[in-house]
Every structure is written in C-alpha cells, then in structure tokens.
C-alpha cells in the first residue's frame, strides 16, 4: 500500500491537526511554520535558545487550542491567528524578563522592551517571515527541475547578488546564458509562490 506523501494544503492541515496523535501532520506543521516563529522570536530580540523555546511554547499553544479554531476565512486567516499567539509569547516573555531580578540583564531586557515594534511593525515583520518561508519552500520545490548550472547562476545573481560577468566565470557559462537562467528560474518560482498561495487557501 502506498503512503500519500503529497504535502497537505493548509484547510486539510487543520482538519488533521484536531487528532493529536496525527504526527505527520504535526511534523508538516512544525516544517511549515516553526521557523517563521522562530524567525520572527529572533527578530523580536530573543536569544537562540530563547526563540527555540519560544517556538515550542507556541506550538504547544496550537495543539491545545487548535481544536477551537474554525477556519474560516471571514473571520481571518489561520496565519492570523498564529501571529497573535505568537505576538503575545513574546511580549510575555519579554515582559517576565523585565520583572524578573537579574544582574546584568536588567538594562539589555528593558531596552528590548522599549524598542519593541508597534503592532503594524510587527505585522510587517511576520508578513516577511511568511514570505521568506514561501519562498524558501517555492526553490525547495522546483531546484530539482533545473540542471545544476543554471540553479548555481540563478543562486548566484538573485540570492548572494554576484554580478552577471562574476557568476558566468564561476559557473563556467556565458554572461547571456546567467542572465537566461535567472529569468528562466525566477519565472518558475514565482508560479511555484502562487501555487502554494492558491493551495494554502483551498
């Protein structure tokens, strides 16, 4: 018997995440959306360890409300409300940092509180961890239907910003054929972006 490996779209995600005992589902949502959390933690301040515990705390959070959550996109997005569980631990955490007796860390932590973002600047925050992860996810998908040289060219110009003449004497092709590769790549992907768009919404 084989064994559907398809990824799930974001509605059925849900649907499977009710049993808490579905671990490829919660393996597929923690690949999904740990790193954003973790992402954003970071950006928010949080040490390395810190942004990994948080990450947990937050799915923890999802395991246990997630049998309460209608998904219904009238009433906001799943990412939504991700955010919001998300924006509170840290603020929380940041908050018992800031109460909590410490030696040294007392100037550092209320220094991060007081620089924390405005609400809206956290939403941009979360909207570019979301769009970092999808695009992550996008090349993940559709390296394999390149030969290597091309996706090296593409990486190289688009990604770590190498000039044209640089990446064609690394890759050992023409600048033209650099520049037919980054097009041909960036056309793909931004099909690929879409299509997990319009799978995450079905």
């Known amino acids: 018997m084989s064994v559907d ?15 808490g005992s579905n671990h490829r589902a919660w393996q ?28 947990q705390e937050v799915m ?10 209608d998904y219904d996109r009238q009433q906001g997005t799943f990412r939504g409300w991700l955010f919001t569980i998300t924006r509170n631990k840290v603020f929380n955490f940041l908050s018992a940092r800031r109460i909590r007796p410490q030696a ?7 220094r991060l509180l007081d620089n924390q973002a405005a609400p809206n600047d956290d939403t941009d925050q979360w909207e570019l961890e979301y769009q970092r ?9 559709v390296k394999g239907e390149f030969q290597e040289k091309t996706w090296q060219a593409f990486w190289l110009t688009a990604v770590d910003g190498v000039a044209a003449g640089e990446a064609a004497k690394q890759v050992g092709i023409s600048p033209g054929a650099v520049y037919v590769a980054k097009s041909r790549v960036l056309a ?7 299509a997990i768009e319009r799978q995450e919404e079905a």
């Open 133 to 141: 992860r999808l695009a992550a996810r996008a090349m993940d998908r």
């Open 188 to 194: 793909r992907l931004k099909e690929e972006v879409e």
């Open 104 to 110: 040294s860390g007392d100037t550092a932590t209320n």
């Open 28 to 55: 597929e949502f923690l690949d999904l959306y740990g790193p954003m959390v973790y992402s954003f933690a970071r950006s928010r301040g949080l040490q390395d360890a810190d942004a990994a515990d948080l990450m």
């Open 5 to 19: 490996n398809s990824p799930l779209t974001r509605a059925s995600l849900l649907v499977q995440l009710r049993d």
């Open 60 to 69: 923890r959070s999802v395991m246990n409300a997630i049998g309460r959550f």
